[in-house]
Antibody
Framework: EVQLVESGGGLVQPGESLRLSCAASGFTFSRSYMSWVRQAPGKGLEWVANIKQDGSEKYYVDSVKGRFTISRDNAKNSLFLQMSSLRAEDTAVYYC???????WGQGTLVTVSS | DIQMTQSPSSLSASVGDRVTITCRASQSIFNFLNWYQQKPGKAPKLLIFDASNLQSGVPSRFSGSGSGTDFTLTISSLQPEDFATYYCQQSYRTPYPFGQGTKLEI
């Protein structure tokens, strides 16, 4: 069974940093594109970033370019999202999802507030 | 960037109704279009990929059609468990935006 478990969310102040992790199991992680998608409270879904199987290509939505970095460790079946210079508008549930968006984690809540 | 526009934003229907949700892309995305269902407090669930392909395990009352810029999701006979929010998403070119969502209510 495919399983994705996000962690690392929490309450931070504007301008601070946070690192999200996603532990993957039940499939061949190293062969899958991976993505992060977020959802602000009461709002719709927003695609954030994705990363190629070997980490050689990464893409971001404009609103996080230069502030967020997606990465992966295929040896540990893990996906990461390093978030810096956080803003109130980054407050959301962050989901980890596989290539093709067939499997999703339960999400981790990031709250940016003073 | 490609923009996705969904309509309607909300829809009232009854069990047994046939329902259609539309999604329009700002430029051709060929058939690179996904549909998702999301229930409150849960992660999205992939229903349809590549515009018309039913994801494994999804009931056959769900169907998708379209290509280019105009797409539809149809639920042939609404069941109680289908009341949820539905999103389209283009997967042709990054970034991969979602539509704004359609809330299907009783």
């Amino acid at each position: 069974e495919v399983q994705l478990v996000e962690s690392g969310g929490g309450l931070v102040q504007p301008g601070e940093s946070l690192r999200l992790s996603c532990a993957a199991s039940g499939f061949t992680f190293s062969r899958s594109y991976m993505s992060w998608v977020r959802q602000a409270p009461g709002k719709g879904l927003e695609w954030v970033a994705n990363i190629k199987q070997d980490g050689s290509e990464k893409y971001y939505v404009d609103s996080v370019k230069g502030r967020f970095t997606i990465s992966r460790d295929n040896a540990k079946n893990s996906l990461f999202l390093q978030m810096s210079s956080l803003r109130a508008e980054d407050t959301a549930v962050y989901y980890c999802t596989t290539g093709g968006y067939r499997a999703w984690g339960q999400g981790t809540l990031v709250t940016v507030s003073s | 960037d490609i923009q996705m526009t969904q309509s309607p934003s909300s829809l009232s229907a009854s069990v047994g109704d046939r329902v259609t949700i539309t999604c329009r892309a700002s430029q051709s995305i060929f058939n690179f279009l996904n549909w998702y269902q999301q229930k409150p407090g849960k992660a999205p669930k992939l229903l349809i990929f590549d515009a018309s392909n039913l994801q494994s395990g999804v009931p056959s009352r769900f169907s998708g059609s379209g290509s280019g810029t105009d797409f539809t999701l149809t639920i042939s006979s609404l069941q109680p468990e289908d009341f949820a929010t539905y999103y389209c998403q283009q997967s042709y070119r990054t970034p991969y935006p979602f539509g704004q969502g359609t809330k299907l209510e009783i």
